[in-house]
């Protein structure tokens, strides 16, 4: 009944630029907060970026300056604009959402996860 549905991940040479997109579909609650996470062979999932509710956000520090994440709340939709990449930066990206339901209870739901792959 929620699905996260992530686009725009690809192949980009370095110093190039991709837009991240994730949509919760479904109905019967609100958004606590959205965020994008990485993991790369042989590493751990880690935090990119994070848009609580309210409009604040939080970025790890090697995506600091270079990404932004963003929001569209009448779409449920959350962004994140990857400039100035690196071959660092390739991973796959997964959508992490914290939703609050009409019935009080809150789960967490995460995407299937898109492809970065940032290569000359």
């Known amino acids: 009944q929620v699905q996260l549905v992530e686009s725009g991940g690809g192949l980009v040479q370095p110093g190039g630029s991709l837009r991240l997109s994730c949509v919760a579909s479904?109905?019967?609650?609100?958004?606590?907060?959205m965020g994008w996470y990485r993991q790369a062979p042989g590493n751990q999932r880690e935090l990119v970026a994070r848009?609580?509710?309210?409009?604040?956000?939080n970025y790890a520090d090697s995506v600091k300056g270079r990404f932004t994440i963003s929001r569209d709340n009448a779409k449920n939709t959350v962004y994140l604009q990857m400039n100035s990449l690196k071959a660092e930066d390739t991973a796959v990206y997964y959508c992490?959402?914290?939703?609050?339901?009409?019935?009080?209870?809150?789960?967490?739901?995460w995407g299937q996860g898109t492809q970065v792959t940032v290569s000359s």
């Open positions: 479904g109905s019967g609650f609100s958004i606590v907060a």
């Open positions: 992490n959402a914290d939703l609050l339901f009409f019935t009080f209870q809150t789960r967490t739901y």
């Open positions: 848009i609580e509710s309210g409009g604040s956000t």
